[in-house]
């Protein structure tokens, strides 16, 4: 069609590097696509799951028009955030030993006087 | 993610567009608030205490802050995945877009033909080279882009990009700023009628039109340098029977009379213009004031009173997200350029409001009615949302 209208899906601006190689940046990036992807997949399960509960039966349209109603979308978001929150585990760690820094400091000095016996 | 207030350009998504646009709203907040909450204890932690065994002194400026946070693996993270947050936004919506064209355009171009307001377009006005220099907070084609005649593209990827960003807590109208500023104005100042009010840089017109339900006897003019955002706004407007005027001009050399308006403000407008510029627009302002009238900007915080680490993580935005005015925005001491303007300095005022979403009818008023209106603290940095606006009254 020669009246389509196409969005390319890139900004002007160069795109920063984070990390030393910048492959990581690039990895970091899939991975975030990744957990969407997931998380997509996942809320068109729980419609399917939904609609058959409901009806037993279903057709590709009854999904499509599917729409969450605000106890099914918080419901989801709870889910979503549980899921966020394990897939990033390592990160939050880091965040929560932080603040337990002081006791880390304990632990490792704990942990000095033992290799030293 | 609730669902925002529908109107005739607004695009309903697929399932699966849904399904992916609540959850890169909750991505970004959980990268936010999660991850970018530990920013400061890994600052306090390590990143300073190291910046100081090797200087022998704390890091003064947000500069020297950023330079070392930046190499911090945590940061390097969060930084990582903020970004990728921000361009997965805009992901999540061009394909709806795509698929609702050339439809959305006729849309559009029918809510223009018997409208309560107006749209004055003037093809003489260029998009200056701050606006287009880069697409501002990585939004695909900016706000100007224009595929087709009669093109509303990106006022779709806006109308919608800024609701999944702000996880629709910006209300369903997406006018949180808006609605406070004007319900704060009108119980602080139970006295000022504005008759004619005008937004500079008002792009699809979120935070302007609450002015058409806080005062419904005013008549509201918006302008805009991009066309595709003005178009949508005009159609936005229409379809929720709103008399809006909207003119393609810059706010730098507006084609207004002098003394036309008794309000003249903007909402995030001027972290996205030059220092030039601003100073421009604030003699335009002045200008086109009426004498007794008010002007007020609602920005970001002023970084100059604030610790270099908070300097810093305000202003992450500048470098890492295509937002190249916004430290220089930041740090501009607005009541100086007031002042330079015209205005007298005991005309100068500031607002901060709780967000009229987020706070009791009765806390928001005692807010709005309270003396202590003093632009401190700030959304992204408080426990709770206040925003903030800088303004003047023009003497006479
Ligand atoms: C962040 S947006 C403002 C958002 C809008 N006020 C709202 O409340 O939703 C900045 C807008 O200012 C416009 N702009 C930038 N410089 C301008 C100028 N000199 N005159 C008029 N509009 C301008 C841009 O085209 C863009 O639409």
Redesign the pocket.
């Given at each position: 069609m020669s009246d389509e209208i196409k969005i390319t899906p890139v900004n002007r601006g160069k795109r920063p590097a984070f990390f030393d190689d910048p492959a990581i940046d690039q990895l970091m990036a899939i991975v975030m696509a990744m957990s969407a992807e997931m998380s997509v997949l996942y809320d068109r399960v729980d419609t399917i799951e939904r609609l058959l509960d409901k009806k037993g039966t279903l057709s590709r349209d009854d999904i499509e028009a599917f729409r969450p109603d605000q106890g099914v979308e918080d419901e989801r978001n709870g889910r979503r955030n549980d899921y966020i929150s394990r897939l990033f585990r390592i990160i939050r760690e880091e965040r929560e030993t932080l603040v337990a820094h002081d006791k880390m400091d304990e632990y490792n000095a704990l942990m000095d006087e033992l290799a030293k016996s | 993610m609730a669902p925002q207030a529908p109107h005739d350009l607004l695009i309903e998504p697929t399932h699966d567009e849904f399904a992916l646009q609540s959850y890169v709203s909750a991505l970004r907040m959980f990268t936010l608030q999660e991850i970018g909450g530990g920013l400061r204890g890994v600052y306090e932690s390590r990143v300073k205490p190291s910046f100081e065994q090797e200087r022998g002194r704390a890091p003064t400026d947000e500069h020297e802050v950023r330079h070392a946070m930046m190499a911090d693996p945590y940061c390097r993270t969060w930084s990582s995945m903020m970004r990728s947050a921000q361009e997965m936004i805009w992901d999540s919506i061009i394909p709806s877009i795509e698929r609702a064209q050339p439809d959305l355009n006729s849309r559009a171009a029918s809510l223009a033909q018997k409208p309560k307001g107006s749209m004055t377009l003037d093809p003489d006005v260029e998009?200056?080279r701050?606006?287009s220099a880069s697409d501002?907070h990585l939004m695909p084609g900016n706000?100007?882009s224009e595929r087709d005649a009669g093109d509303v593209s990106q006022g779709a990827l806006y109308d919608r990009g800024?609701y999944v960003y702000a996880g629709g807590h910006g209300g369903p109208y997406?006018d949180s700023?808006?609605r406070s500023l004007a319900q704060h104005l009108k119980i602080r100042f139970p006295d000022f009628q504005p008759e004619r009010v005008l937004?500079?840089?008002?792009?699809?017109?979120?935070?302007?039109l609450p002015f058409v339900d806080v005062y419904p006897d005013a008549e509201v003019h918006a302008?805009?340098?991009?066309v595709p955002?003005l178009r949508y706004a005009h159609g936005r407007a229409e379809s929720f029977g709103k008399p809006m005027h909207l003119h393609q001009?810059?706010?730098?050399n507006m084609s207004f009379e002098d003394e036309s308006f008794d309000l003249v403000m903007?909402?995030?407008?001027f972290h996205?213009?030059s220092r030039t510029?601003m100073k421009n627009?604030l003699a335009e302002c002045r200008r086109v004031l009426k004498p007794g009238g008010l002007m007020i900007h609602m920005e970001l915080p002023r970084t100059a009173d604030m610790d270099p680490f908070d300097a810093f993580y305000i202003d992450w935005d500048s470098y890492y997200n295509n937002e190249p005015f916004y430290q220089a925005f930041t740090s501009t001491d607005l009541k100086a350029a007031y002042v330079d303007a015209g205005f007298k300095e005991e005309n100068y005022m500031e607002v901060m409001t709780p967000d009229i979403y987020a706070v009791p009818e009765d806390t928001f008023e005692a807010a709005a009615s309270g003396p202590e209106n003093k632009a401190e603290r700030y959304g992204r940095l408080g426990e709770s949302i206040h925003w903030t606006g800088w303004g003047a009254w023009k003497e006479g």
């Open positions: - | 998009v200056p701050y606006v501002i706000y100007y800024v997406g700023i808006g937004d500079i840089g008002c792009t699809v017109g979120h935070n302007i302008i805009d340098v991009s955002v001009m810059n706010g730098e903007s909402v995030v407008t996205e213009t510029a627009i």
